[in-house]
Each structure stands twice: as structure tokens, then as C-alpha cells.
């Protein structure tokens, strides 16, 4: 039975072997979270001897990190299904900084009671010493429950799925994600899963300044499917607005409610880029075509990266 209701889980694995391990990760972090889990990504984080590295690093946002969240997002709706994982993104950057990320700790809006690696302890004699070391460096960061405990996921969990790892030696996964100042997309978000948390992380990677979101509301519910089962309209907003200021603090959020097929993005000129998924990209192109109507710059289109 699970013991705490918040954790954050660390991984420092490299990138590129996180979607082979993650299963089982999840599978016994489930065990331990019942509620919800943030994901904290520092590759290569060491505990060696005397020497800890307890400073968090840079994240290139590539094509590999994209391809890691969509793996891991699908992954956690199988595994754990019951957990509201969210993957901070604070510390992935499409853009080099000489600022330290989490130069100031970063208030969560559920304030993890454990913390949780996946990295393996050679000397057992040294655990205390880890566990301090886990601790200190995740305070360093993020906002906790007084008492923070940690644990190490125990050996032996993890296994190599050939399938998961079919594109790790392509290189274009290396490549960098384009940064947009103004970002738009829309939909219902209503009750967020993680086809929702997927494609609200690729546009916060994609996001340099401001993301727009249209939230559907009035008559575009209209013609949806169990309607009266849609949570109201602020209700929604305020869990997304609450996921994305887990994700990313650093950006600003414009949340909007949604009443037509075109919304905001037909009469705001600084908007230069507009993520969609397979469903809405006749959307995008209608919204595109008005834009030029209205002499404005059209929007590069993303699609989910």
C-alpha cells in the first residue's frame, strides 16, 4: 500500500535509455505515491564516494526529450494509472543560459512528502550519506513537505525493451526544438490525461515568452459528446493553469475561454506559432486563412512535435 500522497521522482539515467527503464520505475514508484508524482530529469546526477553533484543542470529540449515525454506520459496511463504525473520541464531549455536553473526553489502546488531515484547505490555503506545528499539536493529545487524522506528504488527493476530503444542512435533526435515567443493552442481539457499533459508539455518547450490557451466553452461544447459531463469552465482552468505553473513557473500563462472555432488566434498579431494534433489541423489552416484576411502574419504550425 502506498505510503505517501506526493512524491517527485528523480531520474538520472541518460535520456535516451529512460524509455526503456520507465515501466517498471513507475510500477514501484506506484507502490510507494498514491496521488500525484513529479518527474525531475537530471541525467547523469552522481553520488560517488565524498563527492555529490548537487546542482541541477541544463537540458538541451530536443527531439529526444520530446520523444521521452510522449513515452513517458503513455507509459504512466498504463502503469499507474491512479498517479497525476507531471514532468517539470523548468530546467529544459531550447536556448543556452549561463543562469542556474532553480536559481530560486520552485513552489509546487503539491508539495512532494518523498523523494524517489532510480539511481543505483554501488557502496551500500554510503546509503545515509545518499539519502542526505538526495534530500539536500531536491530541497534545493522544489518546495516539500517538512521531513522530506527519501528512497532509493531498489536494484533490479529496470530491463532493456529492444522496441523502446529502436530510434536512440538517430540523430535527429539531437536536434533542437524551435523556440516561438507567443505559442496558441486550444481545446476542452476537460479532466486532464495524458494525451492532454503531452501536448501541453511539447508547446511549453516550443513556448520562449507566452502561451495562449483557448478553453472551450459556450456553444463550441454544444456539439460534444456527454456535455452535461464536462466540468465547468473555471474548473478547468484552474487545474490546467495549476499543471502548467508545475511545469514551467517561468512562463506566462494566458488562459482564455473559447466560444468559436477561431478565438484569440485570428486577432492577436504577436502570435507566431499555433500547436496542434491530428484532430485540429484543418482548424489551424482555417485559422491561418483568416489571419491573411486580417493582414496578419501566419502561424507556424506544430504538430504535437
Do not use: W
Request: one cysteine or more; proline letters at 6%.
Amino acid at each position: 500500500m502506498a505510503m505517501f500522497h506526493t512524491g517527485i521522482l528523480v531520474l538520472t539515467s541518460p535520456i535516451s535509455l529512460i524509455p526503456s527503464r520507465i515501466a517498471p520505475v513507475l510500477a514501484a514508484t506506484a507502490k510507494i505515491v498514491k496521488d500525484t508524482l513529479y518527474v525531475h530529469l537530471h541525467p547523469g546526477l552522481g553520488f560517488t564516494g565524498n563527492y555529490v553533484q548537487t546542482k541541477p543542470a541544463f537540458i538541451a529540449a530536443n527531439h529526444e526529450v520530446s520523444q521521452l515525454l510522449t513515452n513517458l506520459y503513455t507509459k504512466s496511463s498504463h502503469v499507474c494509472s491512479h498517479l497525476d504525473v507531471r514532468v517539470v520541464l523548468s530546467n529544459v531549455k531550447n536556448h543556452t543560459s549561463t543562469q542556474q536553473p532553480f536559481s530560486s526553489v520552485q513552489i509546487l502546488s503539491e508539495p512532494p512528502e518523498v523523494v524517489l531515484t532510480d539511481y543505483r547505490i554501488i557502496d551500500v555503506n554510503q546509503s545515509n550519506l545518499y539519502m542526505q545528499c538526495l534530500e539536500k539536493y531536491t530541497l534545493g529545487c522544489y518546495t516539500c513537505k517538512p521531513n522530506l524522506r527519501a528512497i532509493f528504488l531498489p536494484a533490479g527493476i529496470d530491463y532493456l525493451d529492444s522496441a523502446s530503444c529502436s530510434d536512440m542512435d538517430d540523430s535527429s533526435l539531437c536536434e533542437s526544438i524551435p523556440s516561438y515567443s507567443d505559442v496558441v493552442l486550444g481545446g476542452t481539457f476537460d479532466r486532464l490525461h495524458s494525451a492532454h499533459k503531452i501536448l501541453l508539455s511539447m508547446s511549453c518547450l516550443l513556448t520562449g515568452k507566452r502561451l495562449l490557451i483557448g478553453v472551450a466553452d459556450g456553444d463550441l461544447l454544444k456539439s460534444k459528446v456527454l456535455k452535461e459531463l464536462i466540468e465547468p469552465y473555471q474548473q478547468r482552468v484552474e487545474k490546467l493553469r495549476k499543471f502548467l505553473l508545475d511545469v514551467n513557473p517561468a512562463i506566462q500563462y494566458d488562459l482564455v475561454p473559447l466560444r468559436d472555432p477561431y478565438g484569440p488566434a485570428i486577432t492577436d498579431p504577436n502570435i507566431n506559432c499555433i500547436v496542434v494534433s491530428d484532430e485540429t489541423q484543418k482548424g489551424a489552416e482555417a485559422v491561418n486563412r483568416k489571419r491573411r484576411e486580417n493582414v496578419m502574419y501566419t502561424m507556424k504550425k506544430m504538430l504535437r512535435i
